[in-house]
């Protein structure tokens, strides 16, 4: 043996071991990824990846698009402005979700009182305020998909005492957006 291979046979070993640790380490990472318990971040990362929707039905079951008014800016007291739509409807109609995504907040508090918020496509939030209950079998970390129920409409809040209905809003990285354009029926592409 030169004296040249002696001096580099430490470096090369190092080099092996290291590159040896580096893909024990991926395979370890990818057999995680997809066990079970990875369930809520895998989804987290694919609703990321999507697009936000454009088009989204309207989450009060059997509520026309047409019957919804475009709330959105309109003032409130004291100095706020309103980020979102009111639906209203019977207390009691049933509440879903407009988008397929991560339950992230249930909770009872502030202006929307009875509240759950939605983590969906394109990392959009979407809040359903003013609930009479939650749905029972709904929880924190819940997979869902569009339609599912999430509670029922009411007027809790600092609605309470108006007409019972569901405050619906959209929340991206940049803040607000209005939710009425979406919740409004695709034009037809073929008009005469």
């Known amino acids: 043996?030169?004296?040249?291979?002696?001096?580099?046979?430490?470096?090369?070993?190092?080099?092996?071991?290291?590159?040896?640790?580096?893909?024990?380490?991926?395979?370890?990472?990818?057999?995680?990824?997809?066990?079970?318990?990875?369930?809520?971040?895998?989804?987290?990362?694919?609703?990321?990846?999507?697009?936000?929707?454009?088009?989204?039905?309207?989450?009060?079951?059997?509520?026309?698009?047409?019957?919804?008014?475009?709330?959105?800016?309109?003032?409130?007291?004291?100095?706020r402005h309103h980020q979102g739509v009111d639906i209203f409807a019977r207390r009691g109609t049933p509440v879903t979700s407009a988008t397929r995504g991560l339950v992230i907040a249930i909770r009872d508090q502030g202006l929307g009182g009875r509240q759950v918020w939605v983590l969906g496509p394109g990392g959009e939030r979407h809040y359903y305020a003013h609930l009479d209950a939650w749905d029972r079998d709904l929880h924190v970390g819940d997979l869902i998909r569009a339609g599912t129920q999430l509670g029922i409409v009411g007027d809790t809040g600092n609605a309470r005492g108006t007409p019972p209905h569901l405050h619906y809003g959209i929340y991206t990285a940049n803040g607000a957006v209005n939710p009425w354009p979406r919740l409004q029926p695709v034009a037809s592409a073929h008009r005469p």
């Open 1 to 79: 043996m030169t004296p040249e291979t002696r001096h580099y046979a430490p470096l090369a070993r190092r080099v092996l071991i290291l590159v040896a640790a580096g893909c024990v380490a991926a395979l370890i990472g990818v057999w995680a990824w997809r066990q079970p318990f990875m369930a809520v971040p895998r989804a987290i990362a694919a609703l990321q990846r999507e697009p936000a929707p454009m088009h989204v039905p309207v989450p009060v079951l059997g509520v026309a698009p047409r019957s919804i008014a475009d709330t959105w800016n309109a003032a409130r007291p004291p100095n």
